[in-house]
Antibody
Framework: QVQLVQSGAEVKKPGASVKVSCKAS????????IAWVRQAPGQGLEWMGR????????YYTQKFQGRVTMTRDTSIGTAYMELSSLRYDDTAVYYC????????????WGQGTLVTVSS | DVVMTQTPLSLSVTPGQPASISCRSG???????????LSWYLQKPGQSPHLLIY???RRFSGVPDRFSGTGSGTHFTLEISRVEAEDVGIYYC?????????FGQGTKVEIK
C-alpha cells in the first residue's frame, strides 16, 4: 500500500531554515510528482509546489519562490522540502502528498509535520 | 492563480439528512483531453486530508457511495446523500488544471 511518512515536529527561530522529509513506499517513487501543502493553525490548505522525482524538476508558487527548495533522493525514495528565512507566520503543518498513481490529483498524503517558528 | 470559492463555509446537518457544498472556479477546469480536473478532499479532525472525489464525479477507492460529485466548467457540487457522524470535518475542493494548483477555503461540516 502507498505510504508517505514524514519527519517529526520542528521548532525553529525566526530567520532559520527547516528541512522536512517525506519517505515514500508502496509505489515507484520516480513515477509521480510529490507536492507540498501547508496549513497554518486554524486555516485552510495551501499548495506550495511540487517536485518530479525522476528529473528533479520543480514548480514553486510565486509566494514561496526564493525561500523554498524541494529536492529528492531517489536511492531512498525520499522527498525533501526546505524553507528558509523563517517567519512567525510560517508556523504550520506541512504535508507531502503524491499524485501516485494517476497524476492530476493528490491521492495519498503524509501525516504532516508541525513546524513552529518561535523566538 | 485560479481562485476557488466554496459555499457555504459551514454547515450543520442532522444525521441521515443530505448535505451539499458548492465550489466555483475562476476559469474553466476542462482540459483539452476532455477531462475536468476538480477534486474534493475531506480533512477529519486531527487528521491529514484525504481524497474523496476526482475528475468532478469519480469516487476514489474506498469512498462510500453516499458521496457524489457533479458539475462542469466552473461550477461544481459535492453531495452527501445521508450524512453520518463520521462525515464531520472540513471539505475542500481543489483545481489541478493550471499550475499552481489551488484549494477552496474549505467548508466545515458538523452534526446537529
Amino acid at each position: 500500500q502507498v505510504q508517505l511518512v514524514q519527519s517529526g515536529a520542528e521548532v525553529k527561530k525566526p530567520g532559520a531554515s527547516v528541512k522536512v522529509s517525506c519517505k515514500a513506499s508502496g509505489y515507484i517513487f520516480t513515477g509521480y510528482h510529490i507536492a507540498w501543502v501547508r496549513q497554518a493553525p486554524g486555516q485552510g490548505l495551501e499548495w506550495m509546489g511540487r517536485i518530479r522525482p525522476d528529473s528533479g524538476g520543480t514548480y514553486y508558487t510565486q509566494k514561496f519562490q526564493g525561500r523554498v527548495t524541494m529536492t529528492r533522493d531517489t536511492s531512498i525514495g525520499t522527498a525533501y522540502m526546505e524553507l528558509s528565512s523563517l517567519r512567525y507566520d510560517d508556523t504550520a503543518v506541512y504535508y507531502c502528498a503524491t499524485e501516485c498513481c494517476s497524476g492530476w490529483r493528490l491521492n495519498y498524503w503524509g501525516q504532516g509535520t508541525l513546524v513552529t517558528v518561535s523566538s | 492563480d485560479v481562485v476557488m470559492t466554496q459555499t457555504p463555509l459551514s454547515l450543520s446537518v442532522t444525521p441521515g439528512q443530505p448535505a451539499s457544498i458548492s465550489c466555483r472556479s475562476g476559469e474553466s477546469l476542462l482540459h483539452t483531453d476532455g477531462k475536468t480536473y476538480l477534486s474534493w478532499y475531506l480533512q477529519k479532525p486531527g487528521q491529514s486530508p484525504h481524497l474523496l472525489i476526482y475528475e468532478v464525479s469519480r469516487r476514489f477507492s474506498g469512498v462510500p457511495d453516499r458521496f457524489s460529485g457533479t458539475g462542469s466548467g466552473t461550477h461544481f457540487t459535492l453531495e452527501i446523500s445521508r450524512v453520518e457522524a463520521e462525515d464531520v470535518g472540513i471539505y475542500y475542493c481543489m483545481q489541478s488544471l493550471p499550475l499552481p494548483w489551488t484549494f477552496g477555503q474549505g467548508t466545515k461540516v458538523e452534526i446537529k
